[in-house]
């Protein structure tokens, strides 16, 4: 089995960046494809952007491209999100999770496991 753990959450300025990281343990050999997701209340979880355990290919939402940056350490065991030029809509439960299909997999049913979430809070 894979476990996920994401941190680095926190409150922030509009126009401020945070920098999350998910650490895998267990059999991440197995992991093809880690996902970033957002859970804002009283909305679904969305995609936010997605990498390949091996490196390589990424993929983002549209909301985020230019801003954040996914990128991976696999000596570190580690996915990280750079965010940048936060704004407030921004603010959600983040999470990540692990999926065997492709990076351009973006449905939530598809990933599995996932971590716990870290808040990140934008203010304006």
């Known amino acids: 089995q894979v476990q996920l753990v994401e941190s680095g959450g926190g409150l922030v300025q509009a126009g401020g960046s945070l920098r999350l990281s998910c650490l895998a343990s267990?059999?991440?050999?197995?992991?093809?494809?880690v996902g970033w997701f957002r859970q804002a209340p009283g909305k679904e979880r969305e995609f936010v952007a997605a990498?390949?355990?091996?490196?390589?290919?990424?993929s983002y939402a549209d909301s985020v491209k230019g801003r954040f940056t996914i990128s991976q350490d696999n000596a570190k065991n580690t996915v990280y999100l750079h965010m940048n030029n936060l704004k407030p809509e921004d603010t959600a439960v983040y999470y990540c999770?692990?999926?065997?299909?492709?990076?351009?997999?973006?449905?939530?049913?598809?990933?599995?496991?996932w971590g716990q979430g870290t808040q990140v809070t934008v203010s304006s």
């Open positions: 990498i390949r355990w091996s490196g390589g290919s990424t």
């Open positions: 267990g059999l991440t050999f197995s992991i093809n494809v």
């Open positions: 999770a692990r999926t065997p299909y492709r990076v351009s997999e973006r449905r939530v049913s598809k990933y599995d496991p």
